[in-house]
């Protein structure tokens, strides 16, 4: 039985919002014409709709307990009114030290996880070559395939490659931008990743397009790359988020020795806002481990700077594209929204909900201002601590 404090409790906490609640098609409280739907399926979900949390909201609607009916951004909009919270400002403290993560073992079982889902199931919604980054909206009016292409030229113009030199891209994912260093910059390239399906992909590419020759890829982690290799040029985007915060130090170490005198590194990651956070309050972090990265963990820039800076590598540059991560994740949530059956029949109902309301919610946190998304370049002085570096950055631009 329904108690009336219940109800009580979920009409103060939806009052003045254009929420409705009801349960098994019996309309509890709100307005039936209201923008969102809370549609519960159990009496035990209202104990959560009653003192709600961001998480707790996304965990009901993931096992299926509660179908949230709306537009994705009017869903993330009226669930963080209906939750009342500032999800950065209470991660501030969320600092959690899991010692048995980010081992070798544990790594590939989280990549595994989150990765290996189906190539099919992404490339319905992702661009045409699979990137799953930020994509770069240079003049704010491209298509997500034209603003990623130009992402990765942003990338690579950053590291000035050039026609002959050794690259290497840790966490190549599917490959856009080797391939794109490969085409356009001429370098000899190394690819690295932990996910089988990437992996395969990858290879399946090189061998389609002849570059045996030119380009690399490797079922690994970067920890075990050797030390007698050396590249001109690193990148990682997109992976920095599986470090892990008592690994920085060692991730940057491992890109000193593997990077040439005067050689330059890009790394781009999301971070949090909040300076003493390690990802954001509300339940949200919790879910995100729980159901879509597990392992996964946040470090604030000036943590990323301090850390690369320990290691020897000289900061260069830093961009926050927090704008173009919102865009990016509102392009991907409306494709899939669109392939919607198709995506249900590839990975099931439950896979379909945590990355629809995962995808929605990080775009949420990107417009206001609860994550960024740096990028980072820095380089490898010499001997005699010099780094031919340009005195402007206009050659990034031209």
Same mark, same amino acid.
């Given at each position: 039985?329904?108690?009336?404090?219940?109800?009580?409790?979920?009409?103060?906490?939806?009052?003045?919002?254009?929420?409705?609640?009801?349960?098994?098609?019996?309309?509890?409280?709100?307005?039936?014409?209201?923008?969102?739907?809370?549609?519960?399926?159990?009496?035990?979900?209202?104990?959560?709709?009653?003192?709600?949390?961001?998480?707790?909201?996304?965990?009901?609607?993931?096992?299926?307990?509660?179908?949230?009916?709306?537009?994705?951004?009017?869903?993330?909009?009226?669930?963080?009114?209906?939750?009342?919270?500032?999800?950065?400002?209470?991660?501030?403290?969320?600092? %959690?030290?899991?010692?048995? %993560?980010?081992?070798?073992?544990?790594?590939?079982?989280?990549?595994?996880?989150?990765?290996?889902?189906?190539?099919?199931?992404?490339?319905?919604?992702?661009?045409?070559?699979?990137?799953?980054?930020?994509?770069?909206?240079?003049?704010?009016?491209?298509?997500?395939?034209?603003?990623? %292409?130009?992402?990765?030229?942003?990338?690579?113009?950053?590291?000035?490659?050039?026609?002959?030199?050794?690259?290497?891209?840790?966490?190549?994912?599917?490959?856009?931008?080797?391939?794109?260093?490969?085409?356009?910059?001429?370098?000899?390239?190394?690819?690295?990743?932990?996910?089988?399906?990437?992996?395969?992909?990858?290879?399946?590419?090189?061998?389609?397009?002849?570059?045996?020759?030119?380009?690399?890829?490797?079922?690994?982690?970067?920890?075990?790359?050797?030390?007698?290799?050396?590249?001109?040029?690193? *990148?990682?985007?997109?992976?920095?988020?599986?470090?892990?915060?008592?690994?920085?130090?060692?991730?940057?170490?491992?890109?000193?020795?593997?990077?040439?005198?005067?050689?330059?590194?890009?790394?781009?990651?999301?971070?949090?806002?909040?300076?003493?956070?390690?990802?954001?309050?509300?339940?949200?972090?919790?879910?995100?481990?729980?159901?879509?990265?597990?392992?996964?963990?946040?470090?604030?820039?000036?943590?990323?700077?301090?850390?690369?800076?320990?290691?020897?590598?000289?900061?260069?540059?830093?961009?926050?594209?927090?704008?173009?991560?919102?865009?990016?994740?509102?392009?991907?949530?409306?494709?899939?929204?669109?392939?919607?059956?198709?995506?249900?029949?590839?990975?099931?109902?439950?896979?379909?909900?945590?990355?629809?309301?995962?995808? *929605?919610?990080?775009?949420?946190?990107?417009?206001?201002?609860?994550?960024?998304?740096?990028?980072?370049?820095?380089?490898?002085?010499?001997?005699?601590?010099?780094?031919?570096?340009?005195?402007?950055?206009?050659?990034?631009? *031209?």
């Amino acid at each position: 039985m329904i108690t009336a404090l219940l109800k009580s409790r979920i009409a103060s906490s939806i009052a003045g919002l254009p929420i409705a609640v009801s349960l098994n098609d019996s309309l509890l409280a709100g307005h039936p014409q209201a923008k969102v739907e809370l549609r519960a399926h159990k009496a035990s979900t209202l104990a959560t709709l009653a003192k709600p949390t961001l998480g707790s909201l996304a965990r009901a609607y993931v096992e299926g307990d509660l179908d949230i009916i709306g537009s994705a951004p009017d869903i993330m909009s009226l669930g963080q009114a209906y939750c009342a919270t500032d999800a950065s400002a209470e991660a501030e403290n969320r600092i %959690q030290w899991r010692f048995w %993560q980010h081992n070798l073992r544990r790594s590939r079982r989280d990549i595994h996880y989150h990765y290996d889902v189906s190539n099919e199931f992404y490339a319905l919604w992702l661009d045409s070559q699979r990137i799953y980054s930020c994509a770069y909206y240079a003049d704010g009016d491209e298509t997500l395939e034209h603003a990623q %292409q130009k992402k990765l030229a942003h990338i690579c113009r950053k590291l000035r490659l050039k026609a002959g030199e050794r690259f290497l891209d840790i966490g190549c994912g599917w490959g856009g931008l080797v391939f794109y260093a490969v085409e356009h910059f001429d370098v000899k390239a190394v690819g690295i990743t932990l996910s089988e399906n990437q992996y395969q992909h990858v290879q399946q590419v090189i061998q389609a397009r002849g570059w045996q020759d030119r380009l690399e890829v490797r079922l690994m982690d970067y920890r075990t790359l050797s030390a007698s290799e050396t590249f001109d040029k690193i *990148a990682s985007v997109g992976m920095f988020e599986h470090v892990g915060r008592r690994h920085l130090r060692e991730y940057f170490d491992k890109i000193y020795s593997l990077l040439k005198p005067g050689g330059l590194v890009l790394n781009h990651g999301i971070t949090p806002v909040a300076v003493k956070s390690s990802g954001l309050g509300n339940g949200i972090s919790e879910f995100i481990d729980d159901y879509v990265f597990p392992g996964g963990e946040l470090n604030h820039i000036s943590k990323v700077l301090a850390e690369l800076s320990s290691s020897g590598l000289e900061p260069l540059d830093a961009e926050n594209l927090r704008p173009h991560y919102g865009r990016t994740l509102w392009d991907w949530v409306s494709r899939l929204e669109f392939y919607a059956d198709q995506a249900i029949a590839l990975i099931g109902e439950r896979r379909y909900r945590i990355w629809r309301i995962y995808m *929605a919610g990080s775009a949420y946190a990107f417009d206001h201002n609860w994550l960024a998304l740096f990028q980072v370049l820095a380089g490898k002085p010499d001997a005699q601590g010099k780094l031919d570096y340009p005195y402007n950055r206009s050659y990034v631009y *031209a």
